[in-house]
């Protein structure tokens, strides 16, 4: 057999390819990233055997190996893509110390040839789209919570008071009042009936002529109405709109993820906290569920997801045991809301309640036993392919056994 390794980058990739015995037969060779560059890798491989006897693979790099990948496979090949840890852990063996393209090239070969990684699968057509959209999603919403909290920083120049008013300053209601009177100044002149019609409206008639009231008598008395910041006031304005239009856009998202039915998307649903969006993004990121079954599945896939413990020790020195975080962001944030609306489940209450209350851990470390458990319900419903028993998942039936 010959094992090929590709180290990625942006625009030009690297080649080397050895055999069974570590002898490099083809030398470290650069491609590019462009039709020509695909051709010549085809012509490539082609020299070097055919696809029963050549074996490519590369690191999971961002995302510039996707096209690579399905050009190797269009060309009738099957890549082997794989996390970049394990050739990286698989460097530090030389005691040269050297971290080239080329260097890194053969290394990638090697442990294609010593076989200690567990390949990641290419997903069929319909669950890389919906792995794509719920990946942009998640960007559109980290997007609008960064953006939501520079419209509070703009507000303390110019209406810190506005908060006050609003469980959400960034919401709808909140939004339409700031694109007209983003400051405490401009909202202090304002008449109040001129803006009843206005909030109620925006609320859909929750909110009226008591709300605009009081904000105006904030807006009077607000340390900043005295203060003309025009550029804030426009930025205000801006940023309002910006939000709007993620808000949008996070919708069409959501309605399309819903719509999807990826196997298993019945089952997992019936775990509290997951609903149709959350049930998608998470069956999304974890592909089968077979790529867990080997040794422990439950702790392979809360390392897939970066919710297992890392521990750091030197001697005698212990360090504090923290989330390796190293997994799926996506799917490590998906379990993550998910958990925070099950706690409030009886099936995860006490988990949240003893880590809180009785043990008097933070809230974040509490969420964190229930994403835990989340992971364990995930895994036995998808596992086993039934719905979740809050009965069995406790452990009730084996007490009454």
């Not at 005691?95 to 040839?113: F, P, Y």
């Not at 960007?139 to 703009?154: D, F, P, T, W």
Request: with cysteine; glycine share 8%.
């Amino acid at each position: 057999m010959i094992y090929v390794g590709v180290d990625i980058a942006k625009s030009d990739h690297c080649l080397a390819a050895i055999d069974e015995s570590g002898r490099v037969v083809l030398k470290p060779t650069t491609i590019g990233h462009d039709a020509e560059g695909f051709r010549r890798l085809g012509a490539l491989l082609g020299q070097l055997g055919s696809p029963e006897t050549v074996v490519v693979g590369m690191e999971a790099t961002g995302h510039y190996w996707v096209l690579l990948a399905e050009e190797i496979q269009r060309l009738g090949w099957t890549p082997q893509i794989f996390n970049p840890i394990l050739s990286a852990d698989a460097g530090r063996t030389s005691v040269r110390g050297r971290k080239t393209d080329e260097d890194d090239a053969v290394v990638i070969a090697k442990v294609l040839r010593d076989g200690d990684y567990n390949a990641v699968r290419l997903p069929d057509a319909a669950m890389g789209k919906l792995k794509q959209l719920c990946r942009y999603r998640q960007l559109a919403v980290e997007r609008s919570a960064n953006i939501k909290k520079r419209l509070i920083g703009l507000l303390d120049l110019v209406f810190p008071e506005f908060v006050q008013h609003f469980s959400e300053p960034y919401g709808v209601t909140a939004r339409a009042v700031l694109s007209k009177t983003p400051s405490a100044r401009l909202l202090a002149a304002q008449p109040a009936k001129a803006f009843v019609a206005l909030v109620r409206k925006a609320s859909h008639g929750r909110l009226g002529l008591e709300r605009v009231q009081a904000l105006i008598a904030t807006a009077k008395t607000s340390i900043a109405v005295g203060r003309t910041d025009e550029a804030t006031e426009l930025a205000i304005r801006m940023t309002a709109q910006e939000i709007a239009l993620l808000d949008d856009q996070i919708r069409t998202y959501d309605i399309q993820i819903a719509a999807a039915n990826p196997v298993g998307k019945d089952v997992i649903m019936t775990i509290p906290g997951i609903g149709p969006v959350l049930a998608a993004v998470i069956l999304a990121e974890i592909g089968s569920i077979d790529r867990f079954r080997a040794g422990n599945g439950v702790h392979r896939l809360l390392a897939f997801a970066g919710l297992d413990p890392r521990i750091r020790e030197s001697g005698q020195w212990t360090g504090k045991i923290r989330m390796s975080k190293r997994g799926s962001r996506t799917l490590r944030t998906a379990i993550w809301r998910a958990a925070f609306i099950a706690k409030g489940h009886e099936a995860f209450r006490d988990i949240y309640d003893r880590h809180r209350k009785i043990m008097k851990q933070p809230s974040k470390v509490a969420l964190s036993h229930v994403a835990r458990k989340l992971v364990q319900a995930i895994y036995g419903v998808l596992r086993h392919h039934q719905a979740f028993d809050i009965d069995a998942f406790s452990g009730k039936h084996k007490k009454a056994a």
